[in-house]
Protein backbone atom coordinates (compact mmCIF):
# COMPACT_ATOMS: atom_id res chain seq x y z
CA UNK A 1 0.00 0.00 0.00
CA UNK A 2 3.15 2.14 0.56
CA UNK A 3 4.00 1.92 -2.84
CA UNK A 4 0.94 2.75 -4.76
CA UNK A 5 0.50 5.40 -2.08
CA UNK A 6 3.68 7.16 -3.26
CA UNK A 7 2.85 6.36 -6.96
CA UNK A 8 -0.44 8.00 -7.09
CA UNK A 9 1.62 11.01 -4.74
CA UNK A 10 4.27 11.64 -6.96
CA UNK A 11 2.71 11.16 -10.12
CA UNK A 12 -0.18 13.83 -9.30
CA UNK A 13 2.67 16.56 -8.22
CA UNK A 14 4.39 15.59 -11.22
CA UNK A 15 1.63 15.84 -13.70
CA UNK A 16 0.87 19.14 -12.45
CA UNK A 17 4.07 20.84 -11.89
CA UNK A 18 4.53 19.86 -15.20
CA UNK A 19 1.05 21.29 -16.48
CA UNK A 20 1.93 24.29 -14.52
CA UNK A 21 5.28 24.75 -15.69
CA UNK A 22 3.99 24.73 -19.12
CA UNK A 23 2.06 27.20 -19.16
CA UNK A 24 4.26 29.89 -17.32
CA UNK A 25 7.44 29.12 -19.74
CA UNK A 26 6.98 32.31 -21.32
CA UNK A 27 4.00 35.25 -22.17
CA UNK A 28 3.10 33.49 -25.34
CA UNK A 29 2.61 29.67 -23.63
CA UNK A 30 0.45 31.40 -21.20
CA UNK A 31 -1.65 33.74 -23.70
CA UNK A 32 -2.14 29.96 -25.51
CA UNK A 33 -3.43 28.47 -22.73
CA UNK A 34 -5.84 31.70 -22.19
CA UNK A 35 -7.62 31.36 -25.33
CA UNK A 36 -7.86 27.80 -24.84
CA UNK A 37 -9.51 28.76 -21.91
CA UNK A 38 -11.47 31.25 -23.72
CA UNK A 39 -12.83 28.84 -26.17
CA UNK A 40 -13.53 25.83 -23.60
CA UNK A 41 -15.53 28.04 -21.21
CA UNK A 42 -18.17 31.27 -20.96
CA UNK A 43 -16.54 32.25 -17.53
CA UNK A 44 -14.03 35.40 -18.25
CA UNK A 45 -10.86 33.63 -19.47
CA UNK A 46 -8.28 35.34 -17.71
CA UNK A 47 -9.05 35.41 -14.29
CA UNK A 48 -10.50 31.38 -14.96
CA UNK A 49 -6.36 31.06 -16.30
CA UNK A 50 -4.92 32.71 -13.47
CA UNK A 51 -6.65 30.76 -10.63
CA UNK A 52 -6.25 27.25 -13.37
CA UNK A 53 -2.60 27.60 -12.93
CA UNK A 54 -2.27 29.61 -9.32
CA UNK A 55 -4.02 25.73 -8.20
CA UNK A 56 -1.98 24.18 -10.53
CA UNK A 57 1.28 25.49 -8.91
CA UNK A 58 -0.10 24.44 -5.49
CA UNK A 59 -0.81 20.86 -5.90
CA UNK A 60 3.10 19.98 -5.83
CA UNK A 61 3.98 21.70 -2.76
CA UNK A 62 0.55 20.77 -0.83
CA UNK A 63 1.27 16.95 -1.58
CA UNK A 64 4.86 17.27 -0.76
CA UNK A 65 4.32 18.04 2.92
CA UNK A 66 1.90 15.41 4.89
CA UNK A 67 0.03 18.02 6.98
CA UNK A 68 -1.41 18.98 3.16
CA UNK A 69 -1.43 15.89 1.06
CA UNK A 70 -5.55 15.53 1.15
CA UNK A 71 -5.87 19.18 0.39
CA UNK A 72 -3.50 18.90 -2.15
CA UNK A 73 -5.15 15.40 -3.61
CA UNK A 74 -8.24 17.25 -3.59
CA UNK A 75 -7.38 20.20 -5.12
CA UNK A 76 -5.84 17.84 -8.16
CA UNK A 77 -9.19 16.51 -7.97
CA UNK A 78 -11.26 19.72 -8.13
CA UNK A 79 -9.21 20.65 -11.15
CA UNK A 80 -9.41 17.21 -13.42
CA UNK A 81 -13.30 16.93 -12.41
CA UNK A 82 -13.06 20.77 -14.17
CA UNK A 83 -10.59 19.59 -16.69
CA UNK A 84 -12.99 16.98 -18.35
CA UNK A 85 -16.39 18.78 -17.58
CA UNK A 86 -15.07 21.24 -20.05
CA UNK A 87 -13.97 18.54 -22.45
CA UNK A 88 -16.93 16.72 -22.41
CA UNK A 89 -18.39 20.17 -23.30
CA UNK A 90 -16.30 21.25 -25.93
CA UNK A 91 -16.78 17.60 -27.73
CA UNK A 92 -20.63 17.68 -27.62
CA UNK A 93 -20.73 21.13 -29.13
CA UNK A 94 -18.23 20.01 -31.96
CA UNK A 95 -15.09 22.65 -30.76
CA UNK A 96 -12.12 21.62 -31.81
CA UNK A 97 -10.24 23.33 -29.26
CA UNK A 98 -6.18 22.57 -29.29
CA UNK A 99 -5.41 21.46 -25.75
CA UNK A 100 -2.83 23.51 -24.04
CA UNK A 101 -2.62 21.46 -20.93
CA UNK A 102 1.37 20.90 -20.91
CA UNK A 103 2.61 23.09 -23.90
CA UNK A 104 1.67 24.27 -27.02
CA UNK A 105 -0.09 21.14 -28.49
CA UNK A 106 -1.85 21.63 -31.68
CA UNK A 107 -4.08 18.34 -30.79
CA UNK A 108 -7.96 18.86 -30.02
CA UNK A 109 -9.31 18.08 -26.91
CA UNK A 110 -11.19 14.64 -28.25
CA UNK A 111 -10.69 10.73 -26.18
CA UNK A 112 -7.46 10.49 -25.66
CA UNK A 113 -7.51 13.17 -23.06
CA UNK A 114 -10.55 12.15 -21.33
CA UNK A 115 -8.77 8.67 -20.55
CA UNK A 116 -5.89 10.68 -19.24
CA UNK A 117 -8.67 12.63 -16.98
CA UNK A 118 -9.67 9.20 -16.19
CA UNK A 119 -6.43 7.91 -15.26
CA UNK A 120 -5.27 11.24 -12.89
CA UNK A 121 -9.08 11.32 -11.13
CA UNK A 122 -8.61 7.89 -10.34
CA UNK A 123 -5.05 8.23 -9.13
CA UNK A 124 -5.59 11.43 -7.14
CA UNK A 125 -8.90 9.43 -5.50
CA UNK A 126 -6.76 6.43 -4.33
CA UNK A 127 -3.96 9.15 -3.14
CA UNK A 128 -7.01 11.25 -1.52
CA UNK A 129 -8.33 8.38 0.15
CA UNK A 130 -5.07 6.88 1.54
CA UNK A 131 -4.68 10.50 2.98
CA UNK A 132 -7.97 10.89 4.19
CA UNK A 133 -7.78 7.96 6.32
CA UNK A 134 -4.78 9.37 8.56
CA UNK A 135 -2.67 6.43 8.03
CA UNK A 136 -0.45 7.85 5.82
CA UNK A 137 2.99 5.46 5.18
CA UNK A 138 5.86 6.46 6.82
CA UNK A 139 8.31 4.31 5.12
CA UNK A 140 8.29 1.77 2.27
CA UNK A 141 9.31 -1.34 3.45
CA UNK A 142 12.10 -3.05 3.27
CA UNK A 143 13.32 -2.67 -0.37
CA UNK A 144 14.45 0.89 1.08
CA UNK A 145 16.39 3.07 -1.58
CA UNK A 146 15.57 0.99 -4.57
CA UNK A 147 11.85 0.43 -4.13
CA UNK A 148 11.85 4.47 -3.84
CA UNK A 149 13.69 4.55 -7.00
CA UNK A 150 11.43 1.99 -8.47
CA UNK A 151 8.16 4.23 -7.92
CA UNK A 152 9.68 7.68 -8.55
CA UNK A 153 10.81 5.90 -12.07
CA UNK A 154 7.33 4.60 -12.66
CA UNK A 155 5.52 7.81 -11.77
CA UNK A 156 7.64 9.31 -14.09
CA UNK A 157 7.21 7.38 -16.99
CA UNK A 158 3.51 7.61 -16.28
CA UNK A 159 3.56 10.77 -16.33
CA UNK A 160 5.42 11.51 -19.45
CA UNK A 161 3.13 9.17 -21.23
CA UNK A 162 -0.24 11.07 -19.86
CA UNK A 163 1.06 13.98 -21.22
CA UNK A 164 2.17 13.03 -24.19
CA UNK A 165 -1.79 10.73 -24.51
CA UNK A 166 -3.94 13.92 -26.61
CA UNK A 167 -0.39 13.72 -28.99
CA UNK A 168 0.07 9.22 -29.44
CA UNK A 169 -3.98 9.38 -29.56
CA UNK A 170 -3.90 12.14 -32.32
CA UNK A 171 -1.48 9.91 -34.23
CA UNK A 172 -4.41 7.13 -34.92
CA UNK A 173 -7.27 9.56 -35.47
CA UNK A 174 -5.78 12.35 -37.49
CA UNK A 175 -7.11 12.21 -41.03
CA UNK A 176 -5.03 12.30 -43.51
Known amino acids: M ?3 FAFCRLLTGIVFLTSAMSKLRGRAAYEEFTVATRALT ?3 ARPVAVLVVAAEVA ?4 LAWPPTMLAGFCVALGLLVA ?3 AIVVALGRGRRVPCRCFGASAVPVGPGHLARNAVLIVAAAAGAIQAGTGVVPVGLGAAGLAGVAGVALAAGAAAVLL ?3 GEIAGLFTSSP
Open 163 to 165: SAI
Open 83 to 85: FTV
Open 42 to 44: RLP
Open 59 to 62: VAPL
Open 2 to 4: AYL
